[in-house]
């Protein structure tokens, strides 16, 4: 099997949705958004281009994995299921290059929920099937985008709390340390969820985590660091009696069990007994990489637009759950008196969303150290 098989990186049953398009279909546009009901009332978005990096940029398509797909796909649905011409003409045509265009707010960018963060259409007519085959993938981007959010909300809690204690903020940056690689669901998952973090403190232990700012966001700084540390197998090895003397100097770490919400409990609780919240620093590991998914900012990837016989129609999902009710029609994200707000393409402002993807080529390329300063400019403020 070849890894990062483009033709396979989708669910199941978009695999057969070429067929059931209406006739006449040559243009799908769908879009992302942070839905209303989220967690946190705004959206660090980050993630994309590491994506694009890694399955999308440059010529993915082949024949051998269109020939690979195409039999897995007929013992896994059935015969004839498989989209083998429109694969090849992507290959026969595009060199491999894959014919869609990707608009995105600037990673790290704070944005309102209820707004569009990304944009995809495709760029050639007969390719109108790619844009939602590719849904399942680029909706990934949720999560360390979720990561990031949840890191800068601890970041602008932890201020608050020493800035109301009267307390130094010299340790800020190392305020909340990742502890999240042995619990994370894979080393990938670990490497952006730990480099999310990054975004907002400097402490970790997740060291794959420090990779992805070289490899993927053009930066060779070091963002992330840590301390000598012992545990239950250095402390515990002279029992009981011999604990104190393994020990140089002692710090207050609270690493257990943590989240969001027991964090600010335990900043409450320190200034109501008087105590200062420089005296601690926290630690998350599951509670950072594995305890959020894709409803805690309610992200979601929707078609909103379709191209047909040269007329574009509004296409919307309406069901019972009116939280889930999607916009209709293609758009652009402008900043309007500091604040995002989502207008139709034909509106007026600037167009916050760029082209960062079209035609196989990533177009735009953000420095990690780019990105980090957009989400401390927000964590940083209250």
């Not at 540390?229 to 011999?242: D, F, I, Q, Y």
């Not at 020990?247 to 069990?257: S, T």
């Not at 805690?296 to 919307?316: E, H, M, P, V």
């Amino acid at each position: 099997m070849i890894e990062n098989n483009i033709c396979l990186l989708t669910d199941s049953y978009k695999v057969t949705h070429h067929y059931f398009y209406p006739k006449g279909t040559e243009k799908i546009y769908s879009y992302l958004e942070s839905r209303l009901g989220s967690e946190f009332n705004k959206t660090i978005f980050y993630g994309l281009q590491y994506i694009i990096k890694k399955y999308l940029e440059g010529s993915v398509v082949n024949q051998q994995k269109i020939e690979e797909a195409d039999k897995l796909i007929s013992n896994h649905i059935g015969e004839d299921i498989f989209n083998k011409d429109g694969w090849y003409y992507i290959l026969d045509n595009y060199d491999g290059y894959l014919p869609i265009e990707i608009k995105a707010v600037p990673e790290g960018t704070p944005v309102n929920v209820s707004n569009v963060l990304m944009s995809v259409e495709n760029t050639d007519k007969k390719s109108f099937w790619l844009v939602n085959y590719l849904e399942s993938l680029l909706l990934q981007v949720w999560y360390p985008s979720t990561v990031a959010t949840l890191s800068a909300e601890v970041r602008k809690l932890s201020k608050f709390y020493l800035e109301v204690t009267g307390s130094s903020k010299d340790n800020l940056d190392f305020m909340l340390h990742d502890f999240g690689y042995r619990g994370a669901s894979s080393t990938e998952s670990s490497m952006l969820a730990g480099s999310a973090h990054l975004l907002s403190f400097s402490g970790t232990d997740t060291i794959p985590a420090l990779l992805i700012p070289k490899n993927y966001y053009n930066d060779s700084n070091l963002y992330g660091f840590s301390v000598q540390a012992t545990e239950h197998s250095v402390m515990t090895s002279l029992g009981p009696k011999g604990e104190f003397d393994q020990i140089l100097n002692v710090g207050l770490l609270w690493g257990d069990g943590l989240d969001y919400h027991k964090i600010r409990d335990i900043l409450f609780a320190m200034k109501s007994n008087g105590w200062a919240a420089e005296n601690i620093i926290f630690g998350m590991g599951g509670g950072l990489h594995t305890s959020v998914n894709r409803d805690t900012q309610r992200n979601a990837f929707k078609c909103s637009a379709q191209l047909r016989d040269g007329k574009w129609f509004d296409i919307y999902k309406n069901p019972l759950d009116s939280s889930k009710k999607s916009k209709t029609g293609r758009f652009k994200l402008i900043n309007e008196n500091n604040s995002f707000k989502t207008i139709s393409i034909d509106g007026y402002g600037e167009n916050y969303l760029r082209t960062v993807f079209k035609n196989g080529e990533l177009l735009i390329e953000d420095t990690f150290a780019d990105i980090k300063s957009k989400a401390l400019n927000y964590s940083n403020f209250l």
